[in-house]
């Protein structure tokens, strides 16, 4: 499909655009479902397995593949200062979701509100069907 430019659009165009759109989007939306489902049970089989699976006829092979995430720092048996110099530095940042799990519960929280700012404000493409989906 040739798509016109933004000048040489029509409404027309723009409409066959977001029927591919939410066409591509289930699509999408089924082979993450599939990958995901195919995902867990072949972990477990490999994990069971104890070994790695080839595919001579594809040249696929599945292997479990340990990763090692982000480190975290214990800012509980941190000394203040440097949880300060840190915070002061940018390195810290407050976890909002805690935030709301702890209000009315520790007396720091509720003061905590006054420093919230607006987070980082995005532009997403909304496509759905006016009377649900």
Not at 45 to 59: K, P
Not at 95 to 100: K, N, Q, Y
């Amino acid at each position: 499909m040739t798509i016109p430019t933004i000048s040489g659009m029509t409404e027309r165009d723009a409409l066959v655009l977001v029927r591919d759109y939410v066409e591509a989007r289930r699509q999408a939306r089924r082979a993450k479902n599939v990958q995901d489902l195919h995902g867990v049970h072949l972990k477990a089989y490999l994990d069971h397995r104890g070994r790695d699976l080839y595919d001579g006829e594809t040249d696929y092979e599945a292997r479990l593949v340990e990763r090692q995430g982000a480190p975290t720092y214990d800012t509980l048996s941190m000394p203040d200062a440097m949880i300060l110099a840190a915070a002061k530095a940018g390195a810290l940042n407050v976890d909002h979701e805690v935030v709301l799990a702890l209000r009315g519960k520790a007396l720091w929280v509720d003061d905590i509100k006054r420093y919230e700012m607006p987070g980082k404000t995005t532009t997403a493409l909304d496509v759905k069907k006016r009377w649900g989906e």
